[in-house]
């Protein structure tokens, strides 16, 4: 792989793939609505809104791949959402048909099944229940990838990250955690693989108290390494426990099964 895109590549979860992913190309091609002005000499920076289809099709123009970060990764009024998630990523699949079709990682999200309970244990092919609209335009995206897949051939790796952050930093994480290390490496696999199809993934590290079935993926050669049971003892001294019947002790989407329907002001 020559160029490698990474779109929301400005946010927090961007910044730190922009890191762990510099040995997978010689060129790292980064993109967000927001300015990046540290770009490194192994990177090249297009600012783009998702929403505007000649910019994403110049975005993606000669990329060998995409990680797409990039997106409202939190719940809002419809109004973004629905610019970003959901037009935006039809912007992006029809690029990339339109630029030989370069392998797709699409982070897709937890909030998918967000309203089963953490008693529960699923497979991919459990039934979408999401916690959000932010989890309705993800089950929007899994279904487009989908469809380009069947339609065109359009590989992608949907990936239903759980919480990628640095350690788990309270309760509901000893369960979703996704290691930032375990994440990087799952994409090198993706690009690795010499066929992908269009899997469902559960974005999570071996977690004990994990939700999340990837037996499924032995033939990707991937496998989570990290443990959010080894900073259990920090998060109980450090987070008090929530009472048992709250949502981010009952639910898998935690708090976002409790957001209201906002409103754009």
Same mark, same amino acid.
């Given at each position: 792989?020559?160029?490698?895109?990474?779109?929301?590549?400005?946010?927090?979860?961007?910044?730190?793939?922009?890191?762990?992913l510099?040995? &997978?190309?010689?060129?790292?091609?980064?993109?967000? &609505?927001?300015?990046?002005? =540290?770009?490194?000499?192994?990177?090249?920076? @297009?600012?783009?809104?998702?929403?505007?289809?000649?910019?994403? =099709?110049?975005?993606?123009?000669?990329?060998?791949?995409?990680?797409?970060?990039?997106?409202?990764?939190?719940?809002?009024?419809?109004e973004? @959402?629905?610019?970003?998630n959901? !037009?935006?990523?039809?912007? !992006?699949?029809?690029?990339?048909?339109?630029?030989?079709?370069?392998?797709?990682?699409?982070?897709?999200?937890?909030?998918?099944?967000?309203?089963?309970?953490?008693?529960?244990?699923?497979?991919?092919?459990?039934?979408?229940?999401?916690?959000?609209?932010?989890?309705?335009?993800?089950?929007?995206?899994?279904?487009?990838?989908?469809?380009?897949?069947?339609?065109?051939?359009?590989?992608?790796a949907?990936?239903?990250?759980?919480?990628?952050?640095?350690?788990?930093?309270?309760?509901?994480?000893?369960?979703?955690?996704?290691?930032?290390?375990?994440?990087?490496?799952?994409?090198?696999a993706?690009?690795?693989?010499?066929?992908?199809?269009?899997?469902? @993934?559960?974005?999570?590290?071996?977690?004990?108290?994990?939700?999340?079935?990837?037996?499924?993926?032995?033939?990707?050669?991937?496998?989570?390494?990290?443990?959010?049971?080894?900073?259990?003892?920090?998060?109980?001294?450090?987070?008090? !426990?929530?009472?048992? %019947?709250?949502?981010?002790?009952?639910?898998?989407?935690?708090?976002?099964?409790?957001?209201?329907?906002?409103?754009? %002001?």
């Open positions: 792989m020559k160029r490698l895109l990474i779109t929301g590549a400005a946010g927090g979860l961007g910044r730190v793939m922009r890191q762990r510099a040995p &997978i190309a010689p060129t790292l091609r980064l993109a967000d &609505i927001a300015p990046i002005d =540290d770009a490194r000499p192994n990177e090249e920076f @297009i600012q783009c809104d998702l929403a505007d289809a000649a910019a994403v =099709d110049a975005m993606v123009a000669g990329c060998d791949g995409i990680v797409h970060l990039g997106g409202i990764s939190v719940e809002t009024p419809f973004p @959402i629905l610019q970003a959901i !037009l935006g990523l039809y912007n !992006l699949y029809e690029a990339a048909r339109a630029h030989g079709q370069p392998r797709i990682v699409f982070a897709s999200s937890n909030h998918t099944v967000g309203f089963y309970r953490q008693t529960d244990r699923l497979g991919p092919e459990c039934t979408f229940r999401p916690d959000s609209l932010y989890g309705v335009s993800k089950v929007f995206g899994e279904a487009l990838a989908r469809m380009y897949f069947e339609k065109f051939g359009q590989e992608s949907l990936v239903r990250i759980g919480s990628c952050t640095a350690q788990p930093e309270n309760h509901r994480m000893l369960g979703s955690w996704f290691s930032q290390g375990d994440f990087a490496a799952l994409i090198e993706v690009f690795r693989a010499p066929h992908l199809g269009c899997p469902v @993934i559960w974005g999570a590290s071996a977690n004990t108290q994990g939700w999340w079935d990837n037996s499924h993926l032995a033939w990707l050669g991937w496998q989570a390494r990290d443990n959010a049971e080894d900073h259990r003892a920090e998060i109980d001294a450090r987070v008090p !426990l929530p009472a048992p %019947d709250a949502p981010v002790m009952v639910y898998q989407g935690g708090v976002f099964t409790q957001y209201p329907i906002y409103k754009k %002001d």
